[in-house]
């Protein structure tokens, strides 16, 4: 019943945010009114296509799905990606992410390696959402994935954990309603304990966390960041009135362009007004 429930939920959801995904993946956008405007879309503009050329000699990049993240639902993101000149795959969670996240990173060994098989790459950037960004840091950590990965990229990743899932205990819901996945993402999980003990950034991989105020499934949101040197990025600390959600993240302009620029190794600058 709790699962047929989520995935209701969830497909509201997503179904409220097709609107917001049309606009936001829209090439085309409205001329500003004022000379400063304009500058400022210009300076923009010149940033952007300095950002696409680095681009064009990237690494392939592998956009890491979240519980219950089915591949279509990261088009989007990918979709502005291959616009910008990556080269670009989705990976989807085993069995949606409900099973063991170290068998998931696992997997996604697998998968990163077929990659550079297929493209001739040393390396991949992992762009992450959700729990992906757990599974992503795993394989990292544990699986050999230090010497495989460039760049790393969360977006809501519940790094230290989540109160949203051990709310489900609490409303007597047992643990985690017999999720692994969901247990693993609860504050004080072994998986965590082991996951964040030692050093959070290992080895020459580039690390970044993307977080926003209004992320529905991360509390506390501070919990979505890493250690040790990563850089972390609170979108509203940047734009304060820009509203974002948990899905928001792989849909919102904003977020897109800390993605772009982290990506490329270039100075983290907001857009802003982005779509």
């Not at 609107?19 to 300076?43: D, F, L």
């Amino acid at each position: 019943m709790l699962l047929r429930t989520i995935l209701a939920a969830t497909t509201t959801v997503a179904a409220l945010l097709v609107p917001a995904t049309a606009a936001q993946a829209s090439p085309h956008r409205a001329a500003p009114t004022t000379s400063a405007a304009t500058g400022a879309v210009a300076t923009t503009a010149r940033t952007a296509a300095s950002e696409v050329t680095a681009a064009a000699g990237a690494n392939p990049v592998i956009v890491v799905g979240g519980l219950i993240g089915v591949s279509i639902a990261y088009e989007p993101i990918a979709a502005r990606l291959r616009a910008d000149g990556f080269r670009v795959s989705i990976y989807q969670l085993p069995n949606l992410g409900f099973g063991d996240i170290r068998d998931s990173a696992r997997a996604l060994a697998a998968y990163v390696d077929q990659v550079r098989a297929a493209t001739g790459a040393a390396k991949v950037d992992l762009v992450t959402h959700s729990e992906g960004g757990l599974v992503s840091r795993w394989y990292v950590k544990f699986l050999g994935g230090v010497d495989k990965v460039d760049h790393y990229l969360s977006l809501g990743s519940p790094q230290q954990g989540t109160y949203a899932a051990n709310i489900l205990k609490f409303i007597g819901l047992g643990s985690c309603a017999g999720i692994i996945a969901c247990q693993q993402m609860s504050i004080g999980s072994d998986l965590l304990a082991a996951l964040n003990g030692g050093d959070d950034t290992p080895g020459s991989v580039r690390w970044t966390t993307v977080r926003t105020w209004q992320d529905e499934l991360v509390w506390p949101i501070g919990n979505a960041s890493l250690a040790d040197g990563a850089t972390n990025v609170l979108i509203q600390a940047w734009c304060p009135l820009r509203v974002v959600g948990h899905l928001g993240l792989i849909l919102d302009g904003t977020t897109y362009t800390v993605v772009r620029q982290a990506l490329t190794d270039a100075a983290i600058r907001p857009d802003c007004f982005a779509l």
